[in-house]
């Protein structure tokens, strides 16, 4: 069983930028796809950004496409989010999420894919 760890977030300007950290224990992260939900209030969690068990392969929400970078770090054990350009639609609790995979090239969409959660984080973007 894999502990999520997460880190970063907080206030930050229109147009500022943030990296959110998630890091893993208990099991090496080189076994779990992972991803980056949020959920702003009133509305339902969402991902934001996926990454296979590789690295090689990542997933990103339309709207934060060019803007957000998801990565990950074996040796650290953890995975980023990367956070530019932020917009005050960015606002909301910020999860990371793992699923334990054999396929090292598949990331994953949905939320009941994964079985592993953050304890999440709140990001806010004043206008």
């Known amino acids: 069983q894999v502990q999520l760890v997460q880190s970063g977030g907080g206030l930050v300007q229109a147009g500022g930028s943030l990296r959110l950290s998630c890091a893993a224990s208990?099991?090496?992260?080189?076994?779990?796809?992972m991803g980056w939900f949020r959920q702003a209030p009133g509305k339902e969690r969402e991902l934001v950004a996926a990454?296979?068990?590789?690295?090689?392969?990542?997933y990103y929400k339309s709207s934060v496409k060019g803007r957000f970078t998801i990565s990950r770090d074996s040796a650290e054990n953890t995975v980023y989010l990367q956070m530019n350009s932020l917009k005050p639609e960015d606002t909301a609790v910020y999860y990371c999420?793992?699923?334990?995979?054999?396929?090292?090239?598949?990331?994953?969409?949905?939320?009941?894919?994964?079985?592993?959660w953050g304890q999440g984080t709140q990001v806010t973007v004043s206008s």
């Open positions: 999420a793992a699923k334990s995979v054999y396929s090292g090239t598949t990331y994953y969409l949905r939320e009941y894919d994964y079985t592993y």
């Open positions: 208990g099991r090496t992260i080189s076994n779990y796809a």
């Open positions: 990454i296979s068990r590789s690295g090689s392969v990542t």
